[in-house]
């Protein structure tokens, strides 16, 4: 069965044992959403990976990420590279420090060439050395995912862990603080033993096979 919002929000109600009167669809919402936030803040869902990719400009050393990967909102990337212009092979940077990044920036168009490194600085990403030239630089990262509307694709066994996170923050707002903590240990529970899209790829698979069958001659 899909995700549907509206189905959440009677579930909800029903758990509490209110109505709509009680709880409007927007305060409904507002528990929904605060239960989704702390799920996608704390577990790998492979909706959240993006990429982009930015031309670097010869001489120029800092790109803005926030206006690189707008208007996507970021909250951690996963990795950067750049392509090699005659070669076309990708190289991944490694991150630097601000120390170290001082230690070895000359500011001459004799130290300029492909990056090597990169360094964070607020929303801006510093390359090291300076782009002598244009490169394509690949950026992966971990996006914002949007709040739940009417219908979102995620895997099915989180709908349940989403509605009772919805469910405890509901009775806190009823100020049921008891059950509210008892159905709080039920959503811990039914985290521990879900299994994120993450592992389940990383399984492994060396007994499996694909026989291919074909006629006897």
């Given amino acids: 069965m899909p995700f549907t919002l509206s189905t959440l929000r009677t579930e ?7 109505d709509s009167t009680d709880l409007s669809d927007d305060d409904a919402n507002l528990l929904i ?17 993006q990429s982009t990719t930015f031309n670097t400009v010869d001489g120029t050393r800092s790109y803005a990420l926030a206006t690189i990967v707008s208007p996507l909102v970021y909250e951690a990337l ?15 940077l490694e991150p630097i420090s601000e120390f170290d990044y001082e230690s070895l920036y000359i500011d001459s168009t004799d130290e300029e060439g492909k990056p090597e490194r990169y360094l964070r600085e607020n929303a801006n990403l ?5 782009p002598d030239q244009v490169y394509e630089v690949t950026v992966r990262y971990n996006n914002i995912l949007s709040d739940l509307s009417n219908t979102i694709a ?12 919805a469910i ?4 806190a707002r009823f100020r049921d603080y008891n059950a509210s903590e008892l159905v709080k240990r039920t959503q811990t529970s039914l985290i ?15 007994l499996a096979g694909l ?4 006629r006897d001659y």
């Fill in 211 to 214: 026989q291919v069958l074909g």
């Fill in 126 to 130: 510093i390359l090291y050395p300076t």
């Fill in 33 to 49: 959403n605060r239960s989704w936030w702390e799920i996608i803040d704390k577990f790998p869902f492979r909706e959240k990976e």
């Fill in 12 to 18: 909800l109600r029903e758990h509490l044992g209110i």
């Fill in 154 to 165: 995620i895997p099915q066994s989180w709908h349940e862990i989403i509605l009772f996170g």
């Fill in 78 to 92: 996963r990795s950067i590279s750049v392509e090699d212009p005659d070669t076309k092979k990708h190289t991944k």
């Fill in 192 to 206: 521990s033993t879900s299994v994120p899209t993450e592992a389940k790829e990383q399984k492994d698979t060396r």
């Fill in 168 to 171: 405890w923050r509901g009775h």
